[in-house]
Structures are given as structure tokens and as C-alpha cells.
Nanobody
């Protein structure tokens, strides 16, 4: 069983920055993938970024490459999403999730990010 708790969302002006945190409780194996997703009103949930917990390999959606950075603190069982140069279209509820094998099967409750123009 893995529980995920996101924090760090808020209201920011366009061009600003936020850092989201996702604290995981339970056993996180090195083979797990930690991911960030977002869902804007009226839209489907979309992939943002992911990281292999053990090796640290990362992947990003094209829309956030060069602006967002995913990182982790193994000692704290926490994954972060540093978001820079934020745009109004980044406004969404951001979720972290864990993929143990084929699918993301544990999700956090989400944190709201609002970017004003």
C-alpha cells in the first residue's frame, strides 16, 4: 500500500514559479515510476513528468520540457515538481502517482495550481 500527499499548489502570476511536493508513505521500490499528471477543467488528465525512483531517469511532456523539472529525495520518500516560467495554460489540478508495473495504480488527492495572466 502506498499513500501519496501532494502540496505546494497555489496562485501565481504568469512567468512565476512553484514547487510541488509529493510525500509517499509505504514502501517505494527502486523499480517504481513516480509520475506527475494534471487535469484542467473540462479536459482529460494528461501526463506531465515521470521519474524512475531507483535510477533517476526522467521523462517530460513536450508542453513542459525546459520549464518543469522532476526530482526526488529518497531519504524523505518525496518527489518534487519544480515549475518555472508558468503559463495560464498550466492551470490545473496536479496529481502525483506511482506506477508499480504496467499502470499508475496509486494516486494522490491533487493540488490546485492557478496561473493568472
Amino acid at each position: 500500500q502506498v499513500q501519496l500527499v501532494e502540496s505546494g499548489g497555489g496562485l501565481v502570476q504568469a512567468g512565476g514559479s512553484l514547487r510541488l511536493s509529493c510525500a509517499a508513505s509505504g514502501r517505494i521500490l527502486s523499480s517504481y515510476i513516480m509520475g506527475w499528471f494534471r487535469q484542467a477543467p473540462g479536459k482529460e488528465r494528461q501526463f506531465v513528468a515521470a521519474m524512475n525512483w531507483g535510477g533517476g531517469g526522467t521523462g517530460y511532456a513536450d508542453s513542459v520540457k525546459g520549464r518543469f523539472t522532476i526530482s526526488r529525495d529518497n531519504a524523505k520518500n518525496t518527489v518534487y515538481l519544480q515549475m518555472n516560467s508558468l503559463k495560464p495554460e498550466d492551470t490545473a489540478v496536479y496529481y502525483c502517482a506511482v506506477r508499480r508495473s504496467g499502470t499508475y495504480d496509486y494516486w494522490g488527492q491533487g493540488t490546485q495550481v492557478t496561473v493568472s495572466s
